[in-house]
């Protein structure tokens, strides 16, 4: 397992950026395709970006295309999530996950085994 620890969340006003961390450790962080979820009060948590082992390849929720952009560096063992044009309707807490699966296609919380706590985002109108 992987250990995933979030940083990077705060208030911003609607129309800013902000750029969220996830630190690994443990095993391996180069050999997990990552992604980033985020959950709303009261509501499901919803997929919103996943990144290849090897940052070559990412995959977006239509929600934030053009808007959000997933990064890594496998040599600091950090992935990246660079929110833009943010809207007071993005939801609230942003978790980050590994998964061990060989693609980067993945969007469902089952395909990914672990978890950080996740960092709270609040956007003001």
């Known amino acids: 397992q992987v250990q995933l620890v979030e940083s990077g969340g705060g208030l911003v006003q609607a129309g800013g950026s902000l750029r969220l961390s996830c630190a690994a450790s443990?095993?391996?962080?180069?050999?997990?395709?990552m992604g980033w979820f985020r959950q709303a009060p009261g509501k499901e948590r919803e997929f919103v970006a996943t990144i290849s082992w090897n940052g070559a390849s990412t995959y977006y929720a239509d929600a934030v295309k053009q808007r959000f952009t997933i990064s890594r560096d496998n040599a600091e063992n950090t992935l990246y999530l660079q929110m833009t044009s943010l809207k007071p309707e993005d939801p609230t807490v942003y978790y980050c996950a590994a998964s061990s699966s060989s693609s980067y296609l993945l969007s469902r919380i089952p395909d990914f085994g672990s978890w950080g706590q996740g960092t709270q985002v609040t956007v003001s109108a």
């Open positions: 443990g095993r391996t962080f180069s050999s997990y395709a």
